[in-house]
């Protein structure tokens, strides 16, 4: 399959990068979006742990703090499932199966109730539908929100510019973000 090619070089691609370049580009990347984002707005906020070389989060979770904000973290279950867990200092951590950290606790929040979700992704194709490393889990977690008449989060994405694809390679179940960000721009996808 041709998105499975494309996922394979683009996390090939990851590799070369250093981790010096990781920290600074999830740095630029991060105040792109407090520099552009009035985050002081926004009650409850999916942030994630960052997996394998994913754009990291602490200094949106630093500026999110600021304003005493509900910070959510995925979290897996069986069957392919995902929820978002309230993460508080005081909440224990472990390690899922795919070696990604995650909250312990039960404070799960729904989709539409939150104000905005940060979302990592392997490559975004020309209309802002996600590839990610092939489980679907966000796509299924996020399901409801597909032609829901409900109040809709902010989709935000978060990535390097490598990952940024000129190809159409949506799917039906694909999540579709309303923003991109990455070290040296911001796309908009509404």
Known sequence: M????????????????????????????????????????????????????EIKTNLLHHELDKYSHNI????????????????????SLSKNKYGITEVNNEEYLEPHLFDAMFIPFVGVDVNGFRIGYGGGYFDRALTSLIGSTQRKPLIIGLGYDYQILSKNLAEPHDLRYHNVVTESRILSYN
């Open 72 to 91: 959510y973290m995925p979290k897996i279950f069986p069957e392919r499932i995902m929820k978002f867990n309230l993460y508080t200092k005081e909440d």
């Open 2 to 53: 041709v998105k499975d090619k494309i996922r394979k070089s683009l996390l090939e691609q990851g590799l070369t990068l250093s981790s010096q370049s990781i920290d600074q580009l999830s740095t630029q990347v991060q105040k792109n979006i407090i520099e552009s984002l009035d985050l002081s707005k926004m009650k409850n906020v999916l942030l994630y742990f960052p997996y394998k070389l």
